[in-house]
DNA sequence: GAAGTTATTATACGCTTGAATAATATCGGC
DNA sequence: GCCGATATTATTCAAGCGTATAATAACTTC
């Protein structure tokens, strides 16, 4: 019987490669698809590497929702530009790969569900969550102010808040079932549904 | 050793209190979670019973999506009076009980979470988006044309997918995080950005 | 009220699960 | 080039999983 050969992953490496092949896992096979040995394999490692890395699979689980959250929060954060293109970067990002993606709905979807469950995903959910709509509501404060017509924190609030449900649920979606859309429909819809809610022209 | 007491339920009471119970563990367990013993215990039988009254535990999840969806949208459906009432009342219900519940979204998540495994679970979403999505045009279409300004059916298609991911939208996060938000905000802004969207009042 | 039907319980089976442990191969420092 | 440290594999374990089967208790019918 001769031992599997392998190779010692560099610092922090094998974390993330554990960390990437755990959301694969959840996306293609659900939540209770993604076993310990599962996961491994799609690691190309054996399921004992695991523990070694993490304290336990739901450690491991809670930092690939971290992970999940920083990947679909990341590309809205680091737009440029005037207030408006930043505005029309915000939202056309969302319905553009990588995360207008059947995978990507999916692993929130799968952390979603658990948020009653687990309260240390719930505190994920939330800071994540926050995180978004805060920078939305930023994003808005200097639109308005560039458009001449600036807003109170209030106002701003309120726009955000409504424009992030928009811009989520025509996100999940599309994700689901892209199929039901023309190509560029969705994007061209919030676009719309955002000036509309604003009262003014998102371009330039 | 003596044996447990029971009585035989009435036809199909068993089955809806068996779904019950199913829905009860996934929304407080997670998918995972809900465990054909589990959800034996939470309908107050034994395990075998489950067999008894699905082919698989898999068929009974199914059952179970189906009843959720149902739940979901029957709600919205029945509403009556005038066009623009039932428009404002289609958009209450979504921020009302037992819709506007964090049990509802954990369900709806879990579920979704799956579509991209279960081919079943995927069929019975599309279906549910579409009669949900569909009801919304309908009643826009009504509401349009008693409003004096009648729309074509694109239009109104559009402005279906637009107000339905809204509402999903804010309801995903209303039933999330319910503490972020003020009473009645959620629906206050929902009928606000409704009717920037439309440019139209939703008084009669 | 006895007989027959079947809903329900009880038990068992093979498999998978997350985790613990022991053996071993790889690598950095000297 | 050896040596200690440790990343990785291999193996094992108890618990829990969905399901199958057999015994039994509760109704129905006559």
Redesign the interface.
Known sequence: MTRRTFHRAPEGERRQELIEATLDCI???????ATVRQIAIRAGVTAGLVRHYFESKDQMIAEAYRAVIASLTEKAQNVEGDPATRLREFIAVNFTEPVAD??S???W??F??????DPVLAEI??EG??AFRNTLQELLSEFLAAKGRPASEEECR?YA??I???????W??GC??GD??RDG??VS??M??VE??L?LSIEN
Chains 1, 2 share one sequence.
């Open positions: 996306s293609e096979f659900g939540l209770k698809g059947s995978r709905v999916s692993l979807a799968a979603i569900s658990q948020v009653r469950v959910h939330r969550y926050l309120r808040i409504a992030n449900g928009l811009v989520d649920g025509l999940v979606e689901l079932a039901l859309f429909e969705l819809i919030a719309a549904s509309a809610v009262g």
